[in-house]
Every structure is written in structure tokens, then in C-alpha cells.
């Protein structure tokens, strides 16, 4: 009976390695999909209209400049600054109108149909040129990001970890 007991003792300390080592190997294996190491450390980051590359502001200049090196993440860049620039238009003409309808219905002096309708017209286009400006704001606000994303991922280089067992050994490779 003592020998059963010493027996299924040993069993369970064993298994009690084995388990952990299993439990190391595939936590290192999950580890080392989302492992990233960074060969410069520059994350560049953006808040409103101020630029930061690893946490210090810099210029809007020295950021274009910094973009410019990256050829995908300058086009998303160019097509954020188009976007924004469409959708400046869009806002104008959308100010343009909802004034222009604010100023003919206070000052209208002939309260008749057609009036209204002058009225409605210039109010509807105000708010239908409103519609694409908001859109393509959203879109240049995504296309921004987007070029920060793409800078920052094509700076960073993968590191993978590759667990190497053998009959009386067990290693992990490294590979850069």
C-alpha cells in the first residue's frame, strides 16, 4: 500500500511539471503571435492639429517630412487633406445657404407663396450640401489615422518565438 502511495506521489509531481511546462510552451507560442518590438521606438501620434513622434510635439512640416519617407502612408495622408478640403467646400456652401434662407425669411416682405418656397429651396440645398461634409470629414479623419497606422506599423518589425522540443531538452528560437 506504501508503495502505491509513494508511486501515484511521483505520478503527480511529474504531472505537475509536465502540466506547467505545457502551460509555458503555449503561453509563450500565444505570446509571440502579438510579440512586436520596434527597431526606431518613433510611434507617431496626432491630437487636433499637434503632432507628437514618441511623446515630444513636433512641427506640422517635420511630420509631412517624416510621412514623406513612407509612400503609403503619405498617400493616405494626401487623400485625408483632400477629403478635408472637399468637405471645407461642402461646409461653406451648406453656411452659404442656411444664411442666405435665415436672412430672406426674416427680411421677406412679400408673405406670399413663392417667397416660401425661395425660402424652403435655399434651406433644403443648405442642408443637403451639410450631408457630404460630414461624410467626408468622417472619411478624412479615417484617412489620417490611417497614414499615422501605416507609419507606425511599417516602423515596427516583427519578432517571432519558436518553442523547440527535444527528447531531453526543450528550447525556444528566437528569430528577428
Do not use: W
Not at 26 to 38: E, K, P
Not at 115 to 124: K, P
Not at 125 to 142: F, M
Request: aromatic share 8%.
Amino acid at each position: 500500500m506504501n508503495i502505491v502511495c509513494n508511486l501515484a506521489n511521483k505520478i503527480e509531481k511529474q504531472m505537475r511539471y509536465l502540466l506547467f511546462l505545457c502551460f509555458t510552451l503555449l503561453s509563450l507560442i500565444a505570446h509571440s503571435q502579438n510579440l512586436i518590438a520596434t527597431k526606431k521606438g518613433d510611434y507617431m501620434t496626432y491630437r487636433r492639429n499637434r503632432y507628437f513622434i514618441a511623446g515630444e510635439d513636433i512641427t506640422k512640416e517635420k511630420m509631412i517630412s517624416l510621412l514623406q519617407e513612407d509612400k503609403e502612408a503619405f498617400s493616405y495622408y494626401q487623400k485625408s487633406r483632400d477629403l478635408k478640403m472637399s468637405s471645407d467646400i461642402c461646409s461653406i456652401i451648406s453656411i452659404a445657404f442656411s444664411t442666405t434662407s435665415i436672412i430672406t425669411s426674416l427680411n421677406k416682405k412679400n408673405k406670399g407663396k413663392q417667397s416660401d418656397e425661395i425660402i424652403g429651396a435655399t434651406f433644403l440645398a443648405g442642408v443637403t450640401s451639410l450631408i457630404p461634409a460630414i461624410v467626408l470629414n468622417i472619411s478624412s479623419n479615417r484617412n489620417k489615422r490611417r497614414a499615422f497606422e501605416t507609419y507606425n506599423q511599417n516602423q515596427e518589425r516583427k519578432v517571432t518565438l519558436k518553442p523547440i522540443i527535444g527528447e531531453n531538452s526543450m528550447g525556444v528560437a528566437v528569430k528577428f
